[in-house]
């Protein structure tokens, strides 16, 4: 009995021998492979940077944000402005709470749209470790880390993905750039003014510099919460077009970085708006068949639930000519600068060989990238919006500067909006010191 009874503890104790044996070796394999997946990081103070515009170490490279794409597998994108005839390979370095990770090799995807300008939107792709929480990266043309020391890392943005249903917003428009000393202060009143009465709770400017009249308003509006005002002095860091067409207009980027800050809206608010609007700032999305944005996005939606690419037509109305009583001149507008939109009923009609220029609303969750008229990649469908449900009203210089005001359409949308738009830009106006 004593043999067997030692027999039996003598077997269960070589067991536990060979499992400690077992499970110490599978640990060991396991420390080693990770150790050669993820290499032991560095520990050192980085410098963080408060711009929007960060220039890449030894390049004319520009970094813009860094948000984490939970759509391809959490990789940080960083939505940058690269040199197109001058990219080297690109080092990413990120960094988190436990120290900095050695180089991995950037994936660079510059944007299909530069109008031929030789900088170009592009996004810089970073493979995040997925064992780890990551909060900083920045971009290298160098592989060692020690190159770093000195080159100022961006915050990563949109680490946690939120549901639908707790986003703040449901309407986001982006304004892309005010440049040139803007100060349309009229015309940005009234537009501001009718955004809010169409359901817009937000609005994104982009600002190089603007004109002394409309600093007030900005300043009123941001305090009033609906307005973001993101500090844009690409003219520190390049020579930006004012047009669109490079043998036109010449410069190193197209339109002042419209392409760059129209996605970098995108990402912005990809997780705190439902609907983004991209457009510019003298044009308005106006329903025709809605009394406001969320009656026609809801039809929208139900009728094309795979959609998330809203293509809406811009249609012209002649800042020439104005309407005949005078009804909207009014006295107290009188000395503010600007385009009294009110004033011009008259549409441009569309031209059967012309397609009408396009302005977009999107799910940002559906867009990988855009350019100013389409989306260059997405995640899901295409609609375009008949102008009769739906189109951009854009008070500007004639594109039909032919036409007289009889072969022009008579179209009073706005003015369906008049009472309260008046008293609301009367209200503002007077809030931002313009009126008495």
């Known amino acids: 009995m004593d ?22 070796w599978t640990w ?77 090799v950037a994936q660079v995807e510059m944007h299909s749209d530069h109008f031929g300008f030789p900088f170009v939107t592009t996004d810089v792709l970073c493979q995040s470790p997925s064992m780890y929480n990551v909060t900083h990266v920045t971009i290298s ?7 770093t020391q000195n080159q100022h890392f961006l915050s990563i943005q949109n680490n946690d993905l939120r549901e639908e249903k707790r986003f703040p917003y449901n309407f986001t428009v982006c304004i892309s750039n005010l440049f040139g000393g803007y ?41 009033e919460g609906i307005l973001e005002i993101v500090e844009w002095p690409i003219d520190q860091f390049l020579n930006p077009s004012k047009g669109w067409r490079f043998e036109e207009h010449k410069g190193d980027l197209h339109y002042y970085g419209q392409l760059t800050t129209l996605n970098e809206c995108i990402y ?16 308005i999305v106006m329903p025709y068949q809605h009394a406001n944005l ?35 001149k009014l006295p107290q507008w009188r000395d503010i600068p600007g385009i009294n939109i009110l004033e011009h009923i008259y549409r441009e009609p569309s031209r059967e060989a012309v397609i009408n220029p396009t302005k977009l609303i999107v799910n940002p969750r559906h867009v990988v990238q855009t350019s100013v008229h389409s989306v260059l ?23 039909q500067g032919s036409l007289t005001k009889d072969q022009l359409l008579v179209d009073k949308k706005l003015w369906e909006y008049e009472k309260e738009l008046v008293q609301n830009v009367d209200n503002t106006l007077r809030k931002s010191g313009l009126l008495l």
């Not at 912005?268 to 044009?283: A, G, N, T, W």
């Not at 469908?381 to 008070?395: I, M, Y």
Request: hydrophobic share 40%; proline share 4%.
């Open 183 to 223: 100060n349309n202060v009229l015309q940005f009143v009234q537009t501001m003014e009718m955004y809010k009465l169409l359901g817009v709770q937000k609005v994104v400017i982009y600002n190089t510099s603007c004109g002394q009249d409309l600093e007030p308003v900005l300043v009123h509006y941001r305090e």
């Open 141 to 147: 043309i160098h592989s060692d880390i020690k190159a």
């Open 3 to 24: 043999i067997a009874y030692s027999m039996l503890k003598f077997k269960f104790g070589l067991l536990i021998f060979f499992a400690v044996v077992c499970l110490y």
């Open 28 to 104: 060991s394999i396991y420390i080693k492979l990770n150790t050669n997946k993820y290499p032991a990081k560095i520990h050192w103070q980085i410098l963080i940077s408060d711009q929007t515009i960060t220039q890449i170490k030894d390049t004319t490279h520009l970094m813009v944000s860094a948000y984490k794409d939970h759509r391809v597998d959490g990789a940080i994108r960083i939505i940058s402005i690269i040199r197109r005839d001058d990219l080297q390979p690109l080092h990413c370095f990120l960094c988190g709470g436990h120290g900095c990770f050695p180089a991995s």
């Open 294 to 328: 969320h009656l026609l996005l809801e039809d929208l939606q139900h009728q094309h639930p795979r959609v998330g690419v809203f293509v809406i037509e811009n249609h012209i109305f002649p800042k020439n000519h104005y309407e005949d009583s005078g009804k909207f």
């Open 377 to 399: 990649k997405t995640l899901g469908e295409t609609f375009w919006v008949p102008p009769d449900v739906c189109r951009l009203v854009h008070v500007r210089v004639p594109l």
């Open 268 to 283: 912005r608010y990809m997780y705190q708006s439902k609907y983004v609007l991209l457009h510019d700032i003298d044009e």
